[in-house]
């Protein structure tokens, strides 16, 4: 069983990253757990304090009842490296395993996440895993998390407006979709141009279900 915990307590986007993990990996067996304590959305460093404790309580939960590995839902990676030191599997989180994911399939890939907030967290979490030298860009389209449920046609019409940017300016060979909210936009691929569009979630599912 591979647990996938969304630290935001927006169920609907654990039920959206849980379809699309079974989808990317319909070989392994999937739970998607809600951290209903958690804030709605996680943008910033200030919302990811607020989320780290009770998804850690999830973490060692889903550990305790043996979980085969356990994906964190959000790409800011929340609280990754506590949640090693109490797992007793694998943990991967979204980010993680996009980047990864990014730099195995091509030289130099941009990142599109939703607002500028965000931003500064993505680049030096790329750099931590040690994969800056493939990154180009870190672009913010201006869409807040709960934007991509709530409204979410002129919400993927601004991500993928961001992502056209990225193919004409940045000279990539893949975009990281920076947000697990994303995970529908992959489905628009021919609009974002002749790109490969990489969503977490998929990643993530893949590597965990290997894991």
Known sequence: MIVLINPNSTASMTQ??????RDAAPD???????????????????DGRLAAAPLLKLVA?????????????????????????????????????????????GERF?????????????RANIIRYG?????VNVRASGIPVLALE???KSASDQ???EVQTAVREDNVQSV????GGMVDIVQEAARAGPIRLIDGVRAAACFAGQL
């Open 176 to 179: 990281v979709l920076g947000c």
């Open 28 to 46: 392994a067996q999937f739970e998607g757990w809600t951290s209903h304590d958690g804030p709605p959305a996680i943008q910033g460093e200030a």
């Open 131 to 135: 994969l800056d030298r493939h990154l």
């Open 61 to 105: 939960e889903a550990s305790d009842r043996g979980a085969s590995a356990i994906i964190i839902g959000c790409f800011d990676d929340t609280a990754l490296d506590a949640a090693h030191k109490i797992a007793d599997c694998p943990v991967v989180g979204i980010g993680q395993a996009a980047y990864h994911f990014a730099a195995l399939t």
């Open 16 to 21: 959206a990253m849980l379809r699309t993990a």
């Open 150 to 152: 709530e409204q979410s």
């Open 110 to 122: 941009s990142v599109v996440t939703t607002l500028d907030v965000s931003v500064p967290i993505l």
């Open 159 to 161: 991500v993928i407006a």
